[in-house]
């Protein structure tokens, strides 16, 4: 079946260094688009990049990833922590299977400390 | 800008009680969801709609039950609550189509049952 594997639990880093978050998964339909969705302390999920062009680079708010369809991967990168980066990060990829389904990993709490 | 409306924030209820949950979208889209949110903050797809017509309905308890009375309303009720329906029930809404979709999802219904 498929199945979404991000980094899981919790990730610390301390502010101005670099961070990343990976994300794969695994399914026997065809992979459309890659998210990454953010959720702050008290606030709905938003998302943060999203991407369905194959080894491009998405950039947005510092943060970077890039689509890779035959690993199924999008790796999410920033090359240095702000504080107000703590949230919970979700990956979500879109699939083809039949019906549209957004997926979402189990999450991976940041937190950036001083 | 909130544009998916969620009715109530916060619901307490007893074990056996029968609760609703309302959704509303404004940005005219198609396609809209129930997700839950559990108290390990993992997100899972309980129904989504288009135009109307349920299109995935994982496996959740047949006490739950969607209701859309058009493509911007969706409502979630559970018809004889059990603790572990405990959780932020999360609407969302999106696009339905062959790009890259993104979710925009509502501040969410959090359920507490005693």
């Known amino acids: ?114 | 800008e909130t544009a998916v409306f969620q009715t109530p924030n916060y619901h307490v209820t007893q074990v056996g009680n029968e609760v609703s949950f309302n959704c509303k979208q404004t940005l005219g889209h198609d396609t809209m969801y129930w997700y839950k949110q559990d108290s390990k903050k993992l997100l899972k797809i309980m129904f989504s709609y288009n135009n109307k017509q349920l299109i995935v309905n994982e496996t959740v308890p047949r006490r739950f039950s969607p209701q859309s009375s058009d493509k911007a309303h969706l409502n979630l009720r559970i018809k004889s609550v059990e603790p572990e329906d405990s959780a932020v029930y999360l609407c969302a809404s999106s696009r339905l189509g062959p790009s890259a979709e993104t979710l925009y999802f509502g501040s969410g219904t959090r359920l507490t049952v005693l």
Request: aromatic residues 12%; glycine residues 8%.
């Open chain 1, 1 to 114: 079946g498929d199945s979404v594997t991000q980094t899981e639990g919790l990730v610390t880093v301390t502010e101005g260094l670099p961070v990343k978050l990976n994300c794969t998964y695994q399914t026997t339909y065809l992979t459309i688009a890659f998210f990454w969705y953010v959720q702050y302390l008290n606030e709905a999920p938003q998302v943060l990049l999203k991407s369905s062009t194959d080894n491009k680079r998405t950039e947005h708010q510092g943060f970077h990833a890039t689509l890779h369809k035959s690993s199924s991967s999008f790796h999410l990168q920033k090359s240095s922590a702000q504080l107000s980066d703590s949230a919970l990060y979700y990956c979500a990829p879109l699939t083809s299977g039949g019906n549209y389904k957004p997926t979402f990993g189990k999450g991976t709490s940041l937190v950036v400390h001083p």
